[in-house]
């Protein structure tokens, strides 16, 4: 199971200096990935449905924008993959999205993992332009758009949200024939969109028991849908707190090798803290402790 991290991105070290500076300690522990969240705007009002519970970030915090932070990542490391957990569609123009990750592709020499969501925050989406009752449409319509741009020659499209024809795209993605598609999100929609359109599930901050569950309801989509099973990426994000820290080494690596043992292929924990020394100290738990006693599980 690969094992990969979330960047600096919010608060003190939303700042190139200690993006940089984390990038390169990755890179040099061999960390398998590097991931960002998608936010553009914070709404200062924010609904009680948050999936996660109480919305941890407040309106006013910096909190860099993701797509720009992949590129910068790109250009600073050479062997990580590079993630989002995930990009809400429908944030940006399909055709632009398309190019900004074709060319984080291209500057990162096809190391992209496009993990995409519907989104939830209802006055964040419609204040970027989202139908936010038809979000699922939509969205399922921007990743046939992207497709479209990414490998066809001549790039047409005529939906109900987008109508393009002869135009030029290119470069085309290095990864053939596109970057993977990892779909976020555990509703009857989220699944039918990973089994029609994606090639992997990314769930986020559920506990093994939770992962089963929606494992089986996974299942029965792909059979639904004819989709082999096996095909499809299995990954996760969680967080990785103090407390859980506190517990010691043994539980943070019973709990991952548990979620290695129901399947998942790659894990996304989030340590971000204000400090970046202590992300680098955590870094080096993950990487130097947790990492070879997961392999060997």
Not at 7 to 33: D, H, K, M
Not at 246 to 262: C, F, N, P, S, T
Not at 280 to 290: A, K, M, N, Q, R
Request: hydrophobic residues 45%.
């Amino acid at each position: 199971m690969d094992i990969g991290c979330h960047l600096p991105t919010q608060g003190p070290l939303a700042n190139g200096e200690a993006l940089v500076a984390f990038c390169r300690a990755a890179e040099s522990r061999r960390i398998a990935s590097l991931w960002v969240s998608d936010h553009v705007i914070f709404p200062r009002h924010v609904p009680p449905g948050y999936p996660g519970g109480r919305f941890p970030h407040p309106p006013d915090k910096e909190y860099l924008e993701p797509v720009a932070v992949l590129s910068a990542a790109a250009v600073v490391t050479q062997h990580a993959k590079l993630g989002a957990s995930v990009f809400i569609l429908g944030h940006r123009h399909p055709v632009v999205m398309a190019k900004l990750l074709t060319s984080i592709d291209a500057l990162s020499n096809g190391r992209l993992i496009c993990g995409v969501g519907v989104g939830w925050w209802k006055d964040e989406l419609e204040i970027l332009g989202v139908p936010f009752h038809a979000r699922g449409r939509q969205a399922d319509e921007i990743l046939r758009v992207f497709k479209a741009l990414w490998t066809q020659q001549n790039p047409a499209h005529d939906g109900e949200f987008y109508k393009f024809r002869d135009l030029g795209f290119a470069p085309k993605p290095v990864q053939k024939p596109m970057p993977p598609i990892w779909v976020g999100g555990d509703s009857p929609g989220a699944f039918r969109r990973v089994v029609t359109l994606g090639d992997g599930w990314h769930a986020t901050s559920k506990t093994p028991a939770q992962l089963r569950e929606g494992l089986t309801k996974l299942r029965a989509a792909a059979d639904a849908a004819k989709r082999p099973f096996d095909s499809l990426t299995l990954s996760i994000r969680n967080p990785l707190r103090d407390d859980e820290l506190a517990q010691g080494k043994q539980a943070v690596v019973d709990l991952l090798a548990e979620y290695k043992r129901i399947g998942v292929k790659h894990i996304v924990l989030d340590f971000r803290r204000d400090d970046l020394a202590r992300m680098i100290e955590i870094l080096d738990f993950v990487t130097g402790t947790v990492r070879p006693a997961v392999d060997a599980a």
